[in-house]
């Protein structure tokens, strides 16, 4: 497996600055750091890395193939494998990240998650089978 870091996530220039962009690096490493321990193994670490890097990269689709492509994969087995076959606990990973989330909100801290990010194309009402 290729282990050289994923470049980092592309964002608009005019409003991101190349320091917000290592601190956002920095403090994404760190989130790696914790759930580390959850994947008994160093290539099935670096794989969620690279996986998890891309999500939030200007990647044309967020599809296997181009998000392989951007962790710099040949091709999108291994992040295939990790999502679907590989033994790691997903739980203790959700339970760290919550930790994490809490701890950087604070006591009163709020998160609200919007999962409406797909724009809808057209004026046709969307069914369970269009995407």
């Excluded at 870091?5 to 914790?34: D, I, M, Y």
């Excluded at 296997?64 to 203790?92: E, N, V």
Aim: net charge positive; with cysteine.
């Amino acid at each position: 497996m290729h282990r050289s870091p994923c470049p980092p996530p592309s964002s608009n220039a005019a409003t991101t600055t190349p320091g917000r962009r290592a601190s956002w690096a920095a403090e994404l490493e760190s989130v790696f750091a914790r759930a580390a321990g959850r994947f008994g193994r160093a290539d099935l670490r670096w794989r969620m890395r690279g996986h998890v890097r891309g999500l939030p990269a200007q990647v044309g689709r967020k599809n296997g193939w181009q998000l392989a492509q951007y962790a710099r994969h040949r091709d999108p087995a291994g992040l295939q494998h990790l999502l679907d076959g590989a033994r790691w606990d997903a739980d203790a990973v959700r339970d760290d990240l919550r930790e994490y989330v809490g701890q950087q909100l604070g006591p009163d801290g709020v998160l609200i998650i919007d999962d409406t990010g797909f724009i809808k194309k057209g004026t046709a009402p969307r069914t369970p089978s269009s995407p």
